[in-house]
């Protein structure tokens, strides 16, 4: 292996990178992944809720909190705009004294990992009927779990077997398939009012 492809790891493939270099190669697609971005994917972690600032941080100060330990996953920077926007719709409370506290950060968390999947009203329909149930802490360790353990599968570091016999390309259309499925099903449900109810409740 080349110096160049050395620090390169196959997820889930043994087939070499291929990009689209002069008039001789054809257009591929390829899921190796650099070691030190699966790395950064393998020990990605959200803070404990304990560990969220409640000390009182203000606009800039809130969305540097939060964009420092999702720039890794999100290339999209959470603004001191886009948070003045939440809280001006009613998607977060109000800051106090133009300070923003543990739940205010909870919420934004979810909201910018929510977002490129659903509408910003339906964040919101969704915080709101989550709350319902839940309290913010018992929301955001949920929320975390799931997430860290749906990224960590997706990119095959728990399931070793989960594209083993697929082509890149066939790969990535089973993600664009799984990817938009979903959204579709999430458009659905707000567009619909549905409410999604556990077998447990049925049972009460």
Do not use: W
Not at 55 to 71: A, D, M, P, S
Not at 93 to 107: A, G, L, T
Request: include cysteine.
């Amino acid at each position: 292996m080349s110096d160049e492809n050395k620090n390169v790891i196959p997820i889930n493939t043994g087939k070499e990178l291929s990009v689209v270099s002069g008039p001789d190669k054809k257009p591929g697609i390829s899921l190796d992944i650099k070691k030190e971005e699966l790395d950064i994917i393998r020990e990605f972690k959200f803070p404990a809720y304990n560990e969220i600032p409640d000390v009182g941080l203000y606009l800039e100060q809130t969305g540097k909190y939060i964009n420092e330990f999702l720039r890794p996953l999100i290339k999209t920077d959470l603004t001191g705009s886009m948070i003045s926007n939440y809280v001006k719709k009613k998607i977060i409370d109000s800051p106090e004294k133009k300070q923003y506290y543990r739940n205010h950060i909870v919420d934004l968390i979810f909201i910018a990992i929510s977002k490129p999947v659903l509408s910003l009203e339906s964040v919101g329909t969704l915080l709101e009927a989550i709350k319902e149930v839940d309290d913010h802490r018992s929301m955001y360790e949920a929320f975390c779990n799931i997430f860290e353990e749906t990224l960590k599968k997706t990119f095959g570091i728990r399931d070793k077997n989960q594209i083993k016999d697929d082509s890149a390309e066939k790969t990535v259309m089973r993600y664009i398939s799984s990817a938009v499925s979903y959204k579709i099903f999430l458009d659905r449900c707000f567009e619909n009012k549905c409410t999604v109810v556990s077998e447990t409740s049925k049972e009460g």
